[in-house]
C-alpha cells in the first residue's frame, strides 16, 4: 500500500536535529497546566491537547484556568469526563458527553470541518480524540490514499494530537491507544515512524499483562495485519489469549475479526481446530444477524482454513446470503461465490437471486466480479440466460476493461455450456476485434481455452488458426504447465478436426500428427452407467441377440460412440464385428444428466460437437436422453422406445 514517506512525518521522529527542534518547540508549547501554573498564551491551537495523567483522566485542553481532577483507573476501565473540583463542568469547561461528540462527529464530512469542531472543544477523552481520527481517516482515505494530504498533515490540531498519543500513550486507555492506531494506519502514516513504534510496543506491553478485552484483541490483531501482514508473530500470541475467552460473549463483529485473524495465523490444517470448532458452533447462532460484509469474510475464512466439515455453518450462511445478494459489494459477492464453489454447495434460490441482481447491476460491476459470476455458473453447469445475456451485452460495450484472463473467463462459459445469446454477432464481433489487437498478450493456454470454446457453439477461429498450428506456439504450450497433456491435446486436435469437417476452406497450415490426441479425452463421470445398463437392456430385448450392437467403441475420427449398430444397404442389422457391407452406421449417444446444463435439456458444448462432428463424419446420430427413458419402467417398453427411436420405418421387427 501507499505510505505517507518519513520526510513528510519528521517532526514525529527525534532522529534529526530538525524533528527534535519541533519536538521541544511542541513540548512546551503543549506542556501540562494546573491552577498553580497558567501559560501566557491561551488561545493557540497547539495548545487545544490531550492531557494523558496516570492512565486516569485525558482530556482535550484549551484554556488555561482549567483544572482538572485526577482519578487514578485501571487501563481497562472507561475514562470519564471531570471538570475542577469547584465548578460544574457544563458551567466553565464547553465539553459534550461521548454520545452527542460521536453523533455530531459523524455527521462531518469534511477534515476540515473535524478540525474546526474538535478545535471548539475545551476537554475530550482520548476515546473521543481517537475516534476523531477515525472519522477523519473515513473522509481523508481511500484506495488510492489521502485526498488531502497537507490539509490533514500539515493541520495543528492534527499534529498536536498525534504528538500526545506518541509522548503518553502509557496513559491511553485501551480502547483510546487501540482506536488511534487503526486510523493512523488508514492515514498511511509510515509503520517505522517513532508515533506507530510507540502504539506499538504499549500494545504489545498490553498484550504480554494480559490486559486486553476480545474487542482490544480484535483492535490490535487488525492492526498488525494491515501493518505487517501474516508473518507477524504476535498474532499468534493474540489469538492464544482468545481461546481462552468466552466466545459466546463477543459481538458479530469480534468473531468475524477472529475468523480473519485465523486466516492468515493458521498454517497447518489441524491448528486451532478445536477452537474453530468452537467457533464455528457459535456463528452457527448468529447466522441471521450478520451483515452482507460479516457474511463475506465468514464464508471466506472457511474456504481458506478448509473447514470442510462445518456443513451446518456453511449451509447456513448459504442460504442467508441468498436474501443479501443485493447489498453485497463485488468483492464480497466474489467471496460468496468462491464458497459455493468450494464446497460445491447449490441452492436454487441463490441462482434465482442472481439472475434478477446481475442483469440489474451488470454495467457498474467490475471485471472481476462478472467473471467470478460466469465462473459459477460453468462450474457448476448452470446455464442462466438472463445472466448470460447480460454479460454479453455487458462484454460488447465495455470489453477494454477487461484483461485478457478476463476475457476468457467471460467467454468461455459460452461454449461449455453450449449458448449462444441473442447477441452473438456483435459478442464475436467484439472478442475477434480483442484478440486481433491483444493476441500476443493471452497466455498460450488461456487463448487455446478460449479458441476451443469458441468452436463448441461454431464459431470458427480460422484466420488465428494458422498461429495456433505454428510450431512457435505449440512449443510455448508445451514449455508451460500443463504442457501438452491429454486435455490440451484433445482442445488442438479438436480445433482441426472442426476446420477440416466444419471449414472446408480453411488452407492454413494443419496440426502435425504428433500433436494429435489418439482419442478425446473424456471424463470418467459423463457416461451414466446406470442408464448405459438399461439401454443395453432394451437393446438386448429388440435385437435378441447381443452381437449386434457394440458399445463404447473408438472410431479413427477421436471420439467414442456409446453404442454402434451397423446395417447393411437394405436395412437389416449385421454383427457388431462384422466390416464387409457395411451400408450404414447408427451412433446411439446416451446422454445422462451430466451431459447437460443443469435442470435443463440443453447439451453441454462438448457433447453438442461431438454429435455435430459424428454426423459430418457419416454416422446416423440416434440420440438417448435420460428425461426421455428416466419414466420407461422394463425392458419391453424401453425396446418399444429404443425401435421407435432408432427404425422409426422399419415395422418388420417385433418385440
Known amino acids: 500500500m501507499a505510505l505517507i514517506s518519513r520526510k513528510s512525518f519528521q517532526f514525529y521522529s527525534s532522529s534529526t536535529p530538525a524533528s527534535r527542534s519541533i519536538l521541544m518547540t511542541l513540548s512546551k508549547r503543549l506542556s501540562f497546566f494546573s491552577g498553580q501554573q497558567k501559560p501566557q498564551n491561551c488561545n493557540s491551537v497547539a495548545m487545544r491537547m490531550l492531557c494523558f495523567r496516570d492512565k486516569s483522566q485525558h482530556m482535550f485542553c484549551r484554556k488555561n484556568h482549567v483544572q482538572l481532577r485526577i482519578q487514578s483507573l485501571s487501563v481497562n476501565e472507561t475514562v470519564n469526563l471531570c471538570g475542577d473540583t469547584g465548578s460544574s463542568p457544563e458551567s466553565n469547561n464547553r465539553w459534550m458527553d461521548e454520545q452527542p461528540f460521536f453523533r455530531k462527529l459523524n455527521s462531518l464530512c469534511t477534515s476540515k470541518d473535524i478540525f474546526d469542531f474538535l478545535s471548539s472543544l475545551e476537554v475530550m477523552s482520548d476515546t473521543m480524540a481517537s475516534g476523531a481520527l477515525q472519522r477523519i481517516s473515513e473522509v481523508e482515505a481511500d484506495d488510492n490514499g489521502l485526498k488531502n494530504p497537507e490539509g490533514v498533515l500539515e493541520n495543528e490540531v492534527f499534529r498536536a494530537l498525534c504528538f500526545q498519543f506518541e509522548f503518553e500513550s502509557s496513559k491511553l486507555s485501551n480502547t483510546g491507544l487501540l482506536n488511534a492506531l487503526q486510523a493512523l494506519i488508514k492515514l498511511r502514516i509510515d509503520p517505522q515512524s517513532t508515533l506507530m513504534a510507540s502504539l506499538l510496543s504499549e500494545g504489545e506491553e498490553r498484550l504480554a499483562k494480559g490486559q486486553l478485552a476480545i474487542k482490544n484483541l480484535c483492535a490490535l490483531g487488525e492492526s498488525l495485519i494491515e501493518l505487517e501482514g501474516p508473518s507477524c508473530a504476535m498474532l499468534e500470541q493474540i489469538v492464544n489469549h482468545m481461546q481462552d475467552k468466552d466466545i459466546e460473549k463477543w459481538s458479530p463483529r469480534e ?28 456463528t452457527l447462532t448468529i447466522v441471521s444477524q450478520l451483515s452482507p460484509k460479516f457474511t463475506s469474510i465468514i464464508l471466506n475464512s472457511l474456504v481458506v ?15 442467508h446470503s441468498v436474501k443479501l445478494i443485493p447489498y453485497f459489494t463485488g468483492d464480497e459477492l466474489v467471496n460468496v461465490l468462491e464458497a459455493f464453489l468450494y464446497f460445491e454447495h447449490r441452492e436454487q434460490t441463490f441462482t434465482e437471486a442472481l439472475e434478477t441482481h ?45 484483461t485478457t484472463d478476463q476475457i476468457a473467463e467471460c467467454i468461455i462459459p459460452f461454449g461449455t455450456l453450449n449458448y449462444l445469446p441473442p447477441s452473438a454477432s456483435s459478442l464475436f464481433r467484439k472478442l475477434e476485434t480483442m484478440l486481433h489487437t491483444r493476441f500476443t498478450h493471452f497466455q498460450p493456454h488461456t487463448l487455446l481455452n478460449l479458441l476451443h470454446s469458441c468452436v463448441l457453439i461454431q464459431r470458427y477461429p480460422v484466420n488465428f488458426l494458422p498461429k495456433i498450428f505454428s510450431p512457435y506456439f505449440l512449443q510455448k504450450l508445451q514449455a508451460q504447465p500443463p504442457g501438452l497433456d491429454r486435455i490440451v491435446t484433445s482442445q488442438l486436435t479438436r480445433l482441426f478436426l472442426t476446420v477440416t469437417l466444419e471449414c472446408p476452406f480453411y488452407e492454413g497450415p494443419k496440426l502435425l500428427p504428433k500433436y494429435q490426441a489418439k482419442s478425446f479425452f473424456t471424463p470418467c463421470s459423463s457416461l451414466d452407467v446406470h442408464l448405459m445398463k438399461r439401454v443395453k437392456a432394451g437393446l438386448l430385448y429388440l435385437l435378441k441377440k447381443r452381437i449386434y450392437f457394440a ?45 447437460f446444463c443443469i435442470n435443463s435439456h440443453s447439451l453441454l458444448g462438448e457433447e453438442a460437437i461431438k454429435q455435430r462432428h459424428l454426423q459430418l463424419l457419416g454416422y446416423e446420430v440416434v440420440q438417448i436422453p435420460f428425461f426421455e427413458i428416466e419414466s420407461l419402467q422394463n425392458c419391453r417398453k424401453m425396446a418399444e422406445y429404443l425401435h421407435k427411436k432408432i427404425f422409426p420405418h422399419t415395422y418388420g421387427l417385433s418385440c
Open 551 to 595: 458399445s463404447e467403441v473408438s472410431t479413427p475420427y477421436f471420439y467414442t460412440v456409446d453404442i454402434e449398430i451397423k446395417l447393411d444397404e437394405e436395412g437389416f442389422v449385421l454383427p457388431a464385428a462384422q466390416c464387409e457391407e457395411v451400408h450404414r452406421r447408427i451412433a446411439l449417444c446416451v446422454d445422462g444428466q451430466n451431459r
Open 255 to 282: 468473531m468475524v475479526m477472529v475468523y480473519k485473524m485465523l486466516q492468515v495465523t493458521v498454517r497447518e490444517r489441524e491448528t486451532y481446530q478445536d477452537f474453530l470448532n468452537r467457533l464455528n458452533s457459535v
Open 305 to 319: 482454513l478448509h473447514q470442510t466439515r462445518a456443513v451446518p455453518l456453511v449451509t447456513a450462511l448459504c442460504k
Open 358 to 402: 446481475v442483469p440489474n447491476s451488470i454495467f457498474t460491476m467490475r471485471p472481476q466480479t462478472v467473471c467470478k459470476v460466469m465462473q459459477y455458473c460453468c462450474r457448476k453447469m448452470i446455464l442462466s440466460k438472463p445472466i448470460f445475456d447480460a454479460v454479453a451485452e455487458s462484454f460488447i460495450s465495455d470489453a477494454d476493461r477487461f
